[in-house]
């Protein structure tokens, strides 16, 4: 996935969930936050951020906020990236052998899940969760609690126990992550979740990304904690 015109900056502040405020050298510009967690331990005044520049006449920014310095970590830190570079993946042979077919935005149950792979061996329902927390090298989800998480993941135990494929993929928008796990200290409920599934047959994994200001990449597999 990669992005079309990119220039840096420096966060300045957060004036509420959905914008920023980011000093570049065309001057102090306010920018869209294309992220509505908590992203606390990220957007730090005087980190250095990477914006891209938007189409349309009717947006209200010039610029949406997508990645970030880390001490020497690039960050990426668009929500809508995971999906897509997902989405990709899939299309250009990873995650599943046999794919025949790639529908995003599926019903399943009281739920919205991510995807439906159409496999020779039967239909997988994925949800994906994007991952930007870390700590000492490992990455923990979610960064803020999240009921709708627990709800996807209720759901996909339901289909692995009524037969069907079913995985939570966790695309750690970052390099060289030593491991993924749930946060148990911010959403204990999702931990408990996501092992409940886990042991119900729902597949658990995570591939951390190459990511550029100008791109992000599905890269290589890391281990889930659970």
């Given at each position: 996935?990669?992005?079309?015109?990119?220039?840096?900056?420096?966060?300045?502040?957060?004036?509420?969930?959905?914008?920023?405020?980011?000093?570049?050298?065309?001057?102090?510009?306010?920018?869209?936050?294309?992220?509505?967690?908590?992203?606390?331990?990220?957007?730090?005044?005087?980190?250095?951020?990477?914006?891209?520049?938007?189409?349309?006449?009717?947006?209200?920014?010039?610029?949406?906020?997508?990645?970030?310095?880390?001490?020497?970590?690039l960050i990426n830190m668009d929500a809508?990236?995971?999906?897509?570079?997902?989405?990709?993946?899939?299309?250009?042979?990873?995650?599943?052998?046999?794919?025949?077919?790639?529908?995003?935005?599926?019903?399943?149950?009281?739920?919205?899940?991510?995807?439906?792979?159409?496999?020779?061996?039967?239909?997988?329902?994925?949800?994906?969760?994007?991952?930007?927390?870390?700590?000492?090298?490992?990455?923990?989800?979610?960064?803020?609690?999240?009921?709708?998480?627990?709800?996807?993941?209720?759901?996909?135990?339901?289909?692995?126990?009524?037969?069907?494929?079913?995985?939570?993929?966790?695309?750690?928008?970052?390099?060289?992550?030593?491991?993924?796990?749930?946060?148990?200290?911010?959403?204990?409920?999702?931990g408990a979740a996501l092992r409940e599934a886990a042991a119900a047959g729902v597949?658990?994994?995570?591939?951390?990304?190459?990511?550029?200001?100008?791109?992000?990449?599905?890269?290589?597999?890391?281990?889930?904690?659970?």
């Open positions: 996935m990669r992005y079309g015109t990119v220039i840096p900056g420096r966060f300045v502040d957060r004036p509420n969930r959905f914008v920023a405020r980011v000093e570049t050298a065309e001057g102090l510009q306010t920018v869209h936050v294309k992220n509505t967690g908590r992203c606390r331990e990220l957007l730090i005044p005087g980190a250095p951020v990477y914006l891209e520049r938007g189409n349309g006449s009717k947006r209200k920014t010039l610029y949406d906020l997508i990645a970030v310095e880390k001490g020497e970590r809508q990236a995971p999906n897509k570079v997902f989405g990709e993946w899939v299309r250009g042979g990873g995650f599943l052998p046999g794919v025949t077919a790639v529908r995003p935005e599926v019903s399943y149950g009281d739920s919205r899940l991510d995807f439906r792979l159409e496999t020779a061996a039967g239909p997988c329902l994925v949800e994906v969760k994007g991952v930007t927390l870390e700590e000492g090298g490992a990455a923990l989800f979610p960064d803020a609690p999240t009921e709708r998480g627990v709800r996807h993941i209720r759901e996909l135990r339901r289909a692995a126990e009524a037969g069907l494929g079913a995985a939570l993929f966790f695309v750690v928008q970052m390099e060289n992550i030593a491991s993924v796990a749930p946060n148990d200290k911010t959403h204990p409920a999702f597949r658990v994994c995570a591939w951390d990304c190459a990511v550029t200001p100008e791109s992000i990449a599905i890269r290589r597999p890391v281990p889930v904690i659970l």
